[in-house]
């Protein structure tokens, strides 16, 4: 299968015999930018690539649940940021550090990481981004990086496109603020 379409990734899902076949391309599709939002919410490349894995193997072990009532990759996201923000709050109460505490203990894993590639205006940002609270940062990074409608983000959330309309404008705010401060 060469391009990807959901409709028949759904029909092939139904068959036994080529559910592995069509959750691979699943994993084609979308490791890329699950990746990436993972990676925007815990900063470091290793826990980035061992969430994507735990969201597959979740997605994997519980596909048989899935309804297609939404897109794959609102199911997706939903399980990919849910892994997220456990993964948050495990590290919290891990570390018994404040909110404050574990996000500059991230921000101090990025500036460690070798795999992140960007200038210190993009080291800014993403300190930026996390001054934010966990909600307003995955909407921002939905929103922003990923380019989607409030309507998308609103079926992954479970919340209204007004509420979201403003968490991303506070987020908008919070980080030209924090920006101005740097420079």
């Not at 979740?58 to 997220?84: G, H, P, Q, V």
């Not at 894993?109 to 960007?118: A, C, I, T």
């Amino acid at each position: 299968m060469d391009t990807y379409n959901e409709k028949e990734i759904i029909a092939l899902l139904q068959d036994p015999k080529r559910q592995r076949e069509a959750f691979e391309c699943i994993v084609k599709q979308y490791s890329e930018q699950l990746y990436w939002q993972i990676r925007r919410m815990v900063l470091s490349h290793d826990d980035a690539n061992d969430l994507l894995q735990n969201t597959f193997i979740k997605a994997w072990i519980n596909i048989d649940y899935f309804r297609a009532e939404a897109k794959m990759s609102t199911w997706l996201y939903r399980i990919a940021l849910n892994e997220c923000l456990t993964f948050l709050n495990k590290q919290r109460a891990n570390n018994q550090l404040s909110i404050d505490e574990a996000d500059a203990e991230m921000v101090n894993k990025l500036e460690g990481d070798s795999y992140f590639s960007g200038d210190e205006t993009q080291r800014l940002f993403q300190k930026a981004l996390h001054t934010l609270p966990d909600k307003q940062r995955i909407v921002f990074n939905l929103k922003y990086f990923q380019e989607m409608k409030y309507e998308e983000i609103s079926e992954i959330l479970g919340t209204s496109v007004g509420a979201l309309k403003a968490s991303y404008h506070h987020a908008v705010k919070k980080i030209e603020s924090f920006l101005k401060e740097c420079f």
